[in-house]
């Protein structure tokens, strides 16, 4: 019988797995090497979509997840953390336009929300873009697509899953997996605390391949680097998701934005002294693409960058569930943790608790890699 979880990563996976665990009874302690929200959840933008996903499998995966953030929002009053303002894309080039239409048609094959508009209808939605910066037609929207405010989730989250008794053990990094007789006994963390565990959750995003290292097993990764801008607090009106030729972004809040290309991605660098810092040519190529698509924001600044490390397994699909040679270790590592995780987290929750969710699971099995 499983008493007592130990999930390891404070994150949105974390997060919403000890959430999940505890509603449904479980006694769970959740530690984190830092902060929870301190790692790739708190530097994310967070877009929540099904937009191109492939396998059929992933798309099916992503869309549930998507209603799952609409059922907690309507489940919990002050949830200002989610927003469903849908997406706007379009492309600057035939070769892009192309990929862009057959990325439409096939996400209208799976009965996913699209449509295209003209550059007057984009306006009527977006009507502070520059018109110049819009095609006259081809602009691909998503309604149903958005983003959410990940450290107010992850904040709720936790909230809950405490007041139902859960531990929050932060700044305490994992040292040590004890296993005897093809299962987990007990997490040993830096300090020196040993947690005995009848179940463990590796939601530890991208530091996953270590901690499943400690339990013995190989999980392929090929982690990123993600840069993201944020500007200071702007007055134009901007309530979607754009991806535009030259810049992606969003609202973050309190008038700010969020900006990013995945060209800036490759800006970051480590310097001579270990730290990741970004090339800030790159950065001002960003704000100025912004500036041009958003005319009303060139007075903007930039007010920081951060860096966040995507946790991609090697084969870019998710791992979800328990780990067949080592049954009481469990996985919920993916990108796309801000569409999946309150979806994905609950699949593995109850699977970890006994129940059977092995038709939902099974195409994101650790033992597929």
């Given amino acids: 019988m499983v008493e007592h979880v130990v999930v390891i990563g404070a994150g949105l996976y974390g997060a919403a797995v ?8 479980a006694r769970v302690t959740v530690v984190d090497a830092g902060a929870p929200a301190g790692g790739t959840s708190g530097a994310t933008f967070s877009w929540t979509n099904s937009c191109g996903k492939k396998p059929r499998p992933y798309h099916d995966l992503s ?22 303002g849908g997406n706007l894309e379009w492309a600057a080039a035939d070769a892009e336009l192309e990929e862009l239409r057959e990325k439409v048609d096939g996400v ?5 929300e699209a449509r295209w508009l003209s550059r ?14 819009l095609p006259a037609d081809g602009i691909a929207y998503f309604p149903r697509e ?5 450290t107010r989730l992850i904040g709720h989250l936790l909230s809950s899953a405490v007041s139902r008794g859960a531990e929050l053990v932060h700044d305490d990094p994992v040292d040590r997996l004890e296993s005897t007789a093809g299962l987990v006994r007990a997490v040993r963390l830096a300090s020196g605390r040993r947690l005995s565990a009848d ?5 530890a995003g991208p530091q996953a391949a270590r901690i499943a290292e400690l339990a013995g097993l190989v999980l392929p990764m090929r982690n990123t680097r993600g840069v993201l801008i944020y500007t200071s607090p702007v007055a134009v009106s901007v309530s979607r998701v754009i991806h535009a030729p030259h810049v992606h972004l969003r609202p973050d809040g309190a008038g700010r934005l969020l900006l990013h290309t995945p060209e800036t991605d490759s800006a970051a660098y480590v310097s001579d002294a270990g730290e990741v810092r970004v090339e800030q040519s790159s950065v001002a190529r960003v704000l100025e693409a912004g500036r041009a698509l958003y005319p009303g924001i060139r007075a903007a600044t930039v007010e920081s960058v ?7 397994p090697g084969d870019g699909l998710p791992v979800l569930g328990r780990a067949v040679d080592l049954p009481n ?15 994905a987290g609950d699949l593995v929750a109850a699977e970890v608790l006994g129940e059977d969710r092995g038709d939902a699971l099974a195409p994101f099995r650790f033992e597929r890699l």
Avoid: K
């Fill in 63 to 84: 869309v549930a997840g998507m209603q799952a953030h609409r059922q907690l929002a309507t489940e919990v009053s002050h949830s200002d953390w989610y927003h469903e």
């Fill in 120 to 133: 007057a209808e984009t306006l009527r939605l977006e009507p502070d873009i520059d018109p110049a910066g």
């Fill in 199 to 203: 179940a463990v959750v590796n939601c």
């Fill in 329 to 343: 270790f469990h996985f919920a590592v993916s990108h796309s943790g801000a569409t999946l995780s309150v979806h």
């Fill in 146 to 150: 958005g983003w959410i405010e990940p």
């Fill in 108 to 112: 209208l094959n799976y009965g996913y």
């Fill in 306 to 312: 951060r860096v966040g490390e995507r946790p991609i």
């Fill in 18 to 25: 000890t959430a999940s665990l505890t509603r449904r009874g």
